[in-house]
């Protein structure tokens, strides 16, 4: 490859920057030097300038680099571009919050990537003009890419302002923000338009939402694991919404290995919320009359399955308000609202990033439960998140899990009203990472919702329920401000180990490193069986299998498997059974 070093003259412009950095009084960054047109496989060292509130120059400031599209090169750990395909864009440089950048032109025929008859171009030389820099712009899903565009006057002078932006089709990604010109992808992929207009100036850039290779992997691996957590079992009906007052519901259940139906198969049977329903031995359901949201869980040998039922009044109040929900990014912009209306739920979902970690949510609102029409914003919890643009993970503190933040605003007035209590509590469903918990030696049993504030959490209500099959966790909701999960008060540990109730099983430490104990009570003489098994279902180690007389017993597992083989850091799940059977399914985590 034929390379060529050009070296800034760094002396002749500092001055300049300088200047223009000490008037200001703020933090600032600066390329230094102008738009770049270069020939591809070049190497162009470059350079820019970080100068404190105080106006000093920080040598050692860690800028990064990138280009715009991507193709066009990239910028190595010594700051040397290397340009690869043709084409035009951008050279950014990125210090904490700041950024800057200057038009980056790699010459040669740019390749068509859509296979298409481009328009005449000379039909763009005529001035004044607006450029939008790339003209075609790639991104992933859920992810966001920044945008320039140049006003181009009479003399063919480029000239930074801001530009009205427009996404067609809509459903590609949010409205760019003016301010920043960074665009946020949604969990769609296609092709469309950008459009930037000034005045009666407008001009087009193409844009291809795309989902890569190793995205698309990772989803098709948590879709799997997910399988394998639990469904091989399958209830029916699914999720439903009915009233009070409703027939008694017969719920049913199958469970395949390998497609083919166990037809002797016994199902346990159970709900949530008992105040909600009822269910017998055979998945008969019955409404108490009470409204609110309960799970139907059906279980056999080492696998649960889950679904959803709502009870709604449909006559508390026959003035339907309407609810207006938009979500708000954090660099303040705001997306398209969407309005439902009282009886209605609102199903989270194509938000980009960072607030992805909200999708797949549930906000469903009871009849009467506000006497007004309202607007929602809704927000990731600044106090207890951390994110920036460089990642596309949201990392939560405090030990929190998961978060979202509701301010409300009555329609027609200019008063977020804080806490917004509602008549009737408010169904949310949020999702949690059951990778995250695994890391963090945290059971999804253990989980809790909070209210949270700057004096601490407060417990939402008496009836949370954690769905480990979904990955969601729910809750009655009686007002609208910061709401968190996170793990109850409630530990096991070693140095705090309760008196046991009857039949109960515990095991600590939990996580554990090189070997954890399992204590369990039996009332009378019985036999005992435990094992403990992989997330597959597959016997890892037959701890005891014996007859016990009545009393306290405790048993050591090393994390060896039954070969004395030792076991990989993992979670796995020890089965209690007594007499034949099953009393306890506990999870216990290995991390070595």
């Known amino acids: ?33 102008d738009d770049l047109t270069l020939n591809p496989d070049t190497v162009y060292e470059v350079s820019a300038v970080y100068t404190d509130s105080t106006g000093n120059a920080v040598d050692n400031a860690k800028i990064k680099w990138n280009t715009e599209p991507g193709y066009l090169g990239k910028v190595d750990k010594d700051g040397f571009l ?33 296979n298409e008859d481009d328009e005449d171009e000379d039909m763009d030389d005529e001035y004044p003009k607006i450029k939008i820099v790339p003209d075609h712009i790639k991104v992933e899903l859920n992810d966001s890419v920044e945008l320039r565009a140049f006003y181009i006057d009479s003399s063919e002078t480029k000239i930074d302002t801001t530009f009205a932006w427009m996404v067609k089709p809509g459903n590609l990604g949010a409205s760019i923000n003016p301010e920043t010109g960074i665009f946020y992808s949604a969990d769609t992929t296609g092709k469309g338009l950008i459009i930037a207009t000034l005045g009666e100036l407008s001009d087009t850039a193409k844009i291809t939402v795309y989902e890569s290779k190793a995205k698309k992997e990772k989803k098709e691996k948590q879709e799997q694991i997910e399988n394998n957590r639990g469904k091989q079992l399958s209830i029916n009906p699914g999720d439903q919404m009915v009233y009070t007052g409703h027939d008694p519901i017969q719920y049913s259940a199958v469970y395949k290995t390998n497609g083919q139906k166990h037809q002797d198969a016994e199902f346990l049977w159970s709900v949530s919320d008992t105040s909600v329903a ?14 609110g949201l309960t799970l139907i869980h059906a279980e056999y040998s080492n696998f649960k399955a889950s679904v959803e039922l709502l009870v709604v009044d449909s006559m508390v109040d026959m003035n339907v308000n309407t609810i207006s929900i938009r979500r708000v990014l954090p660099d303040g912009q705001e997306l398209k ?19 992805n970690i909200l999708n797949a949510g549930m906000l469903h609102f009871p009849f009467g439960c506000i006497d007004e029409d309202v607007e929602i914003f809704m927000f990731i919890p600044e106090e207890y998140a951390e994110h920036n643009d460089s990642s596309t993970e949201v ?19 200019d008063t977020i009203v804080e806490p917004y209590y509602f008549n009737i509590p408010v169904n949310l469903s949020m999702v949690f990472k059951h990778e995250l918990l695994d890391s963090l030696g945290v059971s999804p049993e253990d989980l809790d919702v909070f209210f949270a504030d700057n004096t601490g959490f407060e417990e939402v209500d008496g009836h949370v329920a954690v769905d480990t099959v979904r990955n969601k966790i729910y809750a009655n909701i009686i007002h609208f401000s910061t709401i968190v999960v996170k793990q109850g008060d409630a530990k096991t540990s070693a140095e705090s180990i309760q008196p046991l109730p009857e039949n109960a099983l515990k095991i600590y430490p939990n996580p554990f490193t090189s070997s ?40 050591k597992w090393n994390g060896n498997d039954n070969n004395g083989a030792t076991a990989t850091s993992g979670v796995y799940l020890c089965r209690f059974s007594k007499n034949g059977q099953v009393e306890h399914v506990n999870k216990i985590v290995l991390n070595r």
């Open 1 to 33: 490859m034929k390379k060529f070093y050009t070296i800034t003259k760094l002396a002749l412009l500092l001055p300049f920057c300088f200047a223009a950095i000490v008037a200001t009084g703020q933090e600032s960054l600066t390329i230094v030097g």
């Open 395 to 413: 990392t939560f503190t405090d030990d929190v899990i998961t978060g979202v933040k509701f301010s409300v605003k009555p329609l027609g007035s």
């Open 337 to 355: 609202a969407k309005t439902i209306k009282e009886g209605e739920s609102y199903k989270i979902g194509g938000l980009p990033y960072p607030l």
């Open 82 to 114: 290397i340009t690869n395909h043709p084409g035009e864009g951008y050279l950014i440089a990125k210090y904490k919050e700041l950024r800057d950048s200057v038009m980056l032109k790699v010459n040669g025929v740019v390749k068509n990537d859509d």
């Open 278 to 291: 009822s269910i017998n031995d055979a998945g008969l359901l019955t409404l108490t009359g009470t409204t």
């Open 516 to 555: 954890a104990t399992v204590e369990f009570m039996i009332d009378k003489s019985a036999d005992i069986q435990i094992v403990i098994y992989n997330l597959f279902g597959q016997e890892v180690q037959m701890l005891t299998n014996r007859a016990y007389e009545e009393g306290i017993h405790r048993i």
